[in-house]
C-alpha cells in the first residue's frame, strides 16, 4: 500500500512516518506540508491512501480530499485530526475515516486496513456539515492537459456557462468546469454577482456597468478585457453593489 502523508507540522509528519514504517505492506511515496503539495505528489505518485490533516494553512485537508476526488484514481484518504470525539462525531455520520492526534500505531494499523474513497457526495456533504465560510472552497480545481490544476478564487474574474460546462476566468487564462452556476453562486455569494442567466462575475474585480449606443448594458472589469452583457433582470441589483449599497 502506497502511503502520502499530508500534514502542516513536521513532528506530525515525522511521526506517521515512523509509524508506518512499522507496519508491513506500506511503502511512505512522499510527505506533504500542504494542500498544494499533496495535490501535486498525489498526481505523481499515485498513492493508494493519503494521512492527512484537517486544519491547514490555506486548503484545508477537506477542501483537499474534495478536489483529490476528481483524479481518475482518487486515492482513500484517512484524515489525522486533533477534533475532540464531540466534533469527530460529525464526521463518522458521513463515514469518513480519522484517526485523532496524537495517533496510536494500532489505530493507524486498523483504519489502513478499511480504508475507503470517499465519494464527491460524501466529501460535499461533509462539507455543508460545517458552516458556509469554512465549508467554502479558497480554490477551484480544473483539469488542464491530463493534470489537476488549482485556481485561488480572488484570481477570478467571471464565470460563464456555456452548455454542459462552465468558463472560469481568471488571471492566468481561462479554464473549464464542470459545475453549474446555480452552485458556483450559492458557495461564493456575495463575493460573486449574477450578471446574466450564463454569467456570474467578482465583484472584487468589476469596475463599472456601461451602455453603449444601442441602450445595451455591459460588465466591464478592473484588469480583464472582457465586456460581458448585463441583463436588464440583473442590472438593478448590479448596481447597488457596485454602489456598495
Known amino acids: 500500500m502506497k502511503v502520502l502523508i499530508v500534514d502542516d507540522e513536521m513532528p506530525a509528519r515525522q511521526r506517521l512516518h515512523r509509524l508506518v514504517d512499522e507496519l508491513d505492506d506500506c511503502e511512505i ?10 495535490i501535486e505528489l498525489a498526481q505523481k505518485h499515485v498513492p493508494d491512501v493519503l494521512l492527512m ?7 484545508s485537508g477537506i477542501e483537499t480530499a ?12 484517512i484524515f489525522t485530526t486533533a477534533y ?5 462525531a460529525a464526521f463518522d ?13 494500532e489505530r493507524l494499523a486498523r483504519a489502513l ?3 475507503s474513497r470517499l465519494t464527491r457526495s460524501q466529501l460535499s456533504a461533509l462539507a455543508t456539515d460545517d458552516t458556509k465560510a469554512e465549508a467554502r472552497r479558497t480554490h477551484l480545481c480544473a483539469r488542464v492537459r491530463g493534470h489537476l490544476e488549482l485556481i485561488p478564487i480572488e484570481t477570478i474574474y467571471y464565470f460563464q456557462a456555456d452548455q454542459k460546462y462552465t ?4 488571471m492566468e487564462g481561462e479554464v473549464l468546469i464542470d459545475e453549474s452556476l446555480k452552485n458556483l453562486e450559492y458557495e461564493f455569494s456575495p463575493d460573486f454577482v449574477r450578471i446574466h442567466r450564463s454569467a456570474l462575475v467578482s465583484v472584487a ?14 460588465a466591464v472589469f478592473r484588469d480583464c478585457d472582457a465586456r460581458l452583457v448585463v441583463s436588464r433582470r440583473h442590472a438593478p441589483a448590479l448596481k447597488r453593489r457596485l454602489r456598495g449599497s
Do not use: C, S, W
Open 29 to 38: 511515496v512522499g510527505e506533504a506540508a500542504n494542500g498544494n503539495q499533496a
Open 53 to 59: 490533516d484537517i486544519r491547514m494553512p490555506g486548503i
Open 66 to 77: 474534495r478536489h483529490l476526488a476528481t483524479l481518475d484514481r482518487p486515492p482513500a484518504v
Open 84 to 88: 475532540d470525539e464531540y466534533a469527530i
Open 93 to 105: 455520520t458521513q463515514a469518513v475515516g480519522y484517526l485523532l492526534k496524537p495517533v496510536r500505531r
Open 113 to 115: 486496513r478499511h480504508a
Open 167 to 170: 468558463t472560469v476566468a481568471h
Open 205 to 218: 474585480h468589476l469596475r463599472a456597468v456601461e451602455r453603449d449606443a444601442d441602450g445595451k448594458q455591459f
